[in-house]
């Protein structure tokens, strides 16, 4: 059965699995960890310990905006569903190649209805510039089908944030990186998505050092994320990733977080940070 937003039960099991981690988080606690780590779900944090990653994500928001400023949001955001889209086609491709995939998507179908009443192949042919266009393709289509015709989503408008993400994360196909840049992107709310360039800066520098995901990353970041700079760190977090602190040979000379940096420093990895300094 279709799934219509703002009135449906959970469908998706690793959907639901991260609100509920997300929600848990947000209220001092873990929804699956039994306290001691099982389930690949770290202990909560201590008051402590949030204290310092609030101090640490503060410095490092700051440190960004000095180096390369306070990123602006788009003028004129997109359409919840258009955001979303959006972030799928972005995944695993330079922003140019999904720009032109999501372009070409909305040349051939020009009403998401019509994207859901194709087939996964015809999308996939409009997408193809963008890679991975077979698996992107389906999970459009599985998400525009589940949404059974309200391609608006003007509910999500209306809800807290903790409601708007479990919606989302409902849909098959959304997982809490996604629901959560339709927050921020398209929403204008003050959620903090963590992919997987967030992710890596954030382990190296050693504020999710013990972090094995990109999700767990994001539990660990949720109290942290200084009030109204999620769009801020997220954006320039993002630009670190790709520029400098890239997968390989991260260019830590040049980095505007040298200074606070446990990779760098050595305390994470000596010998791949004496090579990224010596370069
Ligand atoms: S100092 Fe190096 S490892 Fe640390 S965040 Fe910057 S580029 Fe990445």
Redesign the pocket.
Known sequence: MPLAIGSAPFRSRTGRRSIERHVAVRRGGSALSNGNGRHGTPPPPSNGSVHRDRSTALRITRALEKAWGVPQPRRRALAPLDALVATILSQHTSDANSARAYRELKRRFPRWGLVAGSSPEDIAEAIRCGGLADQKALRIHQILQGLDGRFDMRQLRRMPNETALEHLCALDGVGIKTAACVLLFSLGRDVFPVDVHVHR?LT??GLAHNSKSPEQTYERMVPAIPPGRAYSLHVNLVR?GRS??RPTR???RR?P??SM?S??SGKENPRVSRG?LNR
Do not use: S
Request: aromatic share 6%; proline share 6%; charged share 5%.
């Open positions: 800066v190296r520098v670190l400098l602190c991260p260019q830590c980095c977080l040298l940096c990779f760098a990224a």
